[in-house]
């Protein structure tokens, strides 16, 4: 009997319309299929919920958009997540979410095989947010592969079809992608 493919979810930090960090998880999402996988994109637009306060928490409960986040979370085997890099942290959409989910539980974090990258429009790459992000995934939980992916000068990182241009950078793409395919396959036997 044929196994189904893994099922990878990718999101973006940002959910600005022209977000380089949408255009890396696009590019991951080729890398991806290529190998496979089938890819859950989530866009964090649909999930709306406040910022975190205890006292709107007591009043409302966590938001149906965190537990609805946490199912489909719970229902893939990877995620790979593209966090933009604000003041050398994370962008509080990013944080906020991870926040809210953790109020309900940590099997989001647990389950699935975790990757990191960070697209910016300069050419440090994010360094600062992937210290940060490996951090609280690991702190919640995670397993985390150790291929991280910085793309720096995102702006001319991605061709007309979405994909990467630079040789270098995709391969350590591809790695990523590996390596957490590998994990997923590893835990499945
Ligand atoms: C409040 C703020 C702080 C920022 N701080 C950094 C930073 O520390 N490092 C960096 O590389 N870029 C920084 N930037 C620039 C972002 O990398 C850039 O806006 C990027 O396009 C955001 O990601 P996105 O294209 O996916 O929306 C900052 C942008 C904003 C709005």
Known sequence: MSKSPPRIALISGSTRTASMNKSLVNAM??????????????????????????????????????????????????????????????????????????????????????????????????????????????RLGATTVPRQLGVGFAGKAFDIKGKFIEGRTQNYAKTLADQMLAEISRRQK
């Not at 604000?86 to 975790?114: A, H, M």
Request: proline share 6%; charged share 20%.
């Open 29 to 138: 999402a080729h890398i991806f299929k290529d190998a496979g996988a089938k890819c859950v994109k989530i866009d964090l637009s649909r999930y709306d919920m406040p910022i975190y306060n205890g006292d709107w928490e007591a009043t409302n409960g966590v938001p149906k958009a965190a537990k609805n986040l946490v199912k489909r979370l719970k229902s893939c085997d990877g995620v790979f997540i593209a966090t933009p890099e604000y003041n050398g942290c994370l962008p509080p959409l990013l944080k906020n979410t991870i926040d809210w989910t953790t109020r309900i539980e940590l099997g989001q974090f647990s389950g699935p095989v975790y990757g990191i990258g960070s697209a910016t429009p300069g050419g440090l790459s994010g360094i600062m947010v992937l210290r940060q992000l490996h951090f609280i995934l690991n």
